[in-house]
């Protein structure tokens, strides 16, 4: 598939047409994301007519966007890949970066697969259909986007917009080697976006390029009068940091981030990639966040906290699943939910009722936002000293479907380098940095370095991985070769 | 054996409606007797994925609310989710506010005239002021409606601003409990704050009661009414409720903590539910709201405060000359004490417009069943009339047949009126011939008055009104007698 830099040269010389491109990407849709399972659902019809009054002079202008299947767009379907929404919910009206696409000239197209209500690192949470990894069909995609990478590694998609809760854009997109921002919190709006959990949850862009990334961040950005928690910032041109070496810039390896748990093949690629960096221009330092080991047990109790209340709405009574025939209010609530929600779901509805519970609140909720204090303040102190953080995503390359479903803890685990930049509201982005060999299977799997960036210091995300993307070898890989 | 005598401490929550254009957290219009949810959106449906906005007004409107009641907002107040689920709540957690709220402290003064009628002769302590724990600001819920076999709801009520007024337990008595919601009302409407009509619905309010005997410090078993519709249900209810605790202290049986519901017709409560099945409510800083820094706010609230009734009580009785008692009637309500102050000013004698508004307009607007802001006489006409008895140009009962037809044709001049019912002064030299035949007729009264007894003139004035057939204006009448025999 084309990149969006590609699209838009190729609408200008009148190459093909955005309903060429729609046409094209269901043909490729209906060949491959059968094996895959990356869309829950698409409408070509409703994007062909959408098409046919695209404005190709406007950024995005016919340009087909994926979209995370929480993501409000009216008149499509948006369940989370929840059964207590799927064919029960049609969206209507559109999130704020919905408009915003719409405004740049983009078609959203499709709804993409994810762990149903973005609680999950491996997609395998979807109430809906399984999603597989374009480059090993037996393994995970990653999650909670696992959709959204997914089809965008499979040629499936030019370029999707994903969520990130705790790393829920940077790790598939590091698990299907495509390129993955998780914007500063407050920098999109997160006006029509099913929360997961509030205080923590960012749209961002999932594309083949550093590039595109930049070029869908400049869309989706800025202040939205509907969202009290977008920040009124102005919006700097993301492409014009790109194409720069990396000279003067100091580059920070959190020791806790390279130690007990890391895969050494996932460890080479970092390093490497860290090398890489340095020769560009970079000064490789090394730093600590010593309240590391304390952040996947923080984000558990806050995010499961926030969604416990957040995922209240879901009752049957308004919209969504309903239990047939209740036998008075109660059990109608008890058993709509009961039978709409999944396993991990009320899991996490459990867990969030109970640290907020009178008796448990202090030791639990408040405790954790004191430590969130401490993780941020960790940050601080480290981009007092450098410019960027240079870290793997996922301590494992992506494992087997199935592999580790009786252990969801070692599932939690696996996302302690992604979590912290979501408690201390950072800036992050995923770039493919080599592939590691698993064994058992099929070929190398993508692993991808993850950058973090002080808050809205998205230009400098941009910069270095635009200059290590073009400087290495990875972004020539695709796991279906044109 | 002597009966043992109970204290009785009651605390009132008062939810009360706020007059704003739009709803708490989203842009929907605020407006009642609409088609059933045709004043919502996403945010007020509580829809997947959309989020709520504060309203400034609605902040501004309780900031002012406090400053009125002597409140302390904290410098930062911030918002919480309070969780439980029920249908009319869309979200399954209501927006409120926990340990921040805009209002801490203040109190609510009790006015003389806030009381019961029946209890304003025995009041227990004048001038009482209760005092009050917080005020916060949250969101109002769905109005459900119950069928035979289903409930229908209606979100246009969903998410309009509401301000939740509780006090300490520092009421003593069903009548103090009636001056209190009175007394809040009066206050409320003065802040153009709300309309506050609990039949309306716009103020609804629970009520905490508890009983112990004298000489135990310590409150008793904490009782909470719900469903109460009006001041005479809360009133109706606590006398029922403080008999019915007192009754089981006597005879021994435990009161245990729990809700009980009034029912008004049969004019008894029964329990809802007990203390161990109360929710646990989970309140946690809502992560979608930021905290709100108020300083600013409270300045800016405090530079357009409108004057409370009290303080226009005693300024009506320095500015006016008129009784307590007629300033209290005339503060009790914003827009009467409005309407008395565009009569009195410039008027000759201020204090006889106040009689006449209480005796005279007030009447007249009970009998057609009207507000004093739907009173269609303008106040500088009242001022006018007044104006005319003042200088004998008309009698009382001369003027109040003027006001009727005033009321009737609200056009029309008090002057030309007059003048067009005949009430012209009379023919001077034609009153002044009665005046000479009425003392000749009365030599006795006639020779009181020589000797210095004013009251034997108002016989005189009588036989002249008489004579005049009523068109003589009596004060100038007395004042030509008392001219003629005593020089
Ligand atoms: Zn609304």
Redesign the interface.
Known sequence: MPTIADLRAAYAAGDTTPAETLRQLADTIAARDGDIGGYLSHDLDRALDEASRADLSLPLGGVPIAIKD???VQGHP?S?ASRI?HGK?T???D?TVIRRLRAAGAIPFGRTNMDEFAMGSSNENSGIQPCRNPWDHDRIPGGSSGGSAAVVAAGTAIAALGSDTGGSIRQPASHCGVVGVKPTYGRVS??????F???LDQVGPMTATVEDSARLLQVIAGHD?????SVPEPVPDYTAALGHDLKGLRVGLPREYFAEGLEPAVRDAVQAAVRQLESLGAEIVEISLPNTEHAVSVYYIIAN??A??NL????G???GHRAASPSD?LDH?RRSRAEGFGEEVKRRIILG?YV???GY?DAY?LRAQKVRTLIRQDFDRAFDQVDLIASPVSPVPPFRLGEKLDDPLAMYLADIYTIPANLAGLCGISVPCGFAPVPGAARPLPVGLQLLARPFGEETLFRAAHAYEQASEWKNHRAYPA | MSQTEYITSIGLEVHVQLKTRTKMFCGCEVRFGEPPNTLTC?TC??????????NRGAIEMTIRAGLLLGCETPPVVKWD?K?Y?Y?DM????QISQYDLPLCLGGGVPLYDLAYPKDAQKSIARPGKVVQLTRIHLEEDVAKSTHHSSFTTIDFNRAGTPLMEIVSEPDIDSPEEAAAYLNSLRQILVYGDLSDADMEKGQMRCDVNVSVRPVGQTELGTKIELKNLNSVSAVRRALHYEIGRQIECLRTGIPLIQSTRRWDDDLGETSEMRTKEQAH?Y???PD????PVRTPDLVAREREGLPELPHAKVARFESDYGITHYDASVLASDRALADYYEAAARGATAPKKVANWIINTLLAYLNEHSLGIADCPVVPEKIRALVDLVESGALSGTQAREVFADLFADPAGDPAAIAKAKGFEPADTGEIDAFIDQVIAAHAGPAQEIRDGNDKAANFLTGQVMKLSKGKANPKLVTEAILAKLRG
Do not use: H, M, Q
């Open positions: 929480l993501i409000n948006c989370c929404l919910y969206a209507p009206y999130a997160r006006y029509g976006i099913v929360a959990a509030s205080s009068p509907l969202d009290s928690t906290a926030e416990s209340a209240a709405r879901f009752d009574v308004r919209y209010l609530y009722t907020l519970s009178s609140y909720y | 996403p449906l509580g829809l997947p994925g959309a989020l709520p906005v504060l989710r969780n689920f249908p869309p979200k399954n957690y646990d989970r309140y946690f992560p979608d709201l930021l």
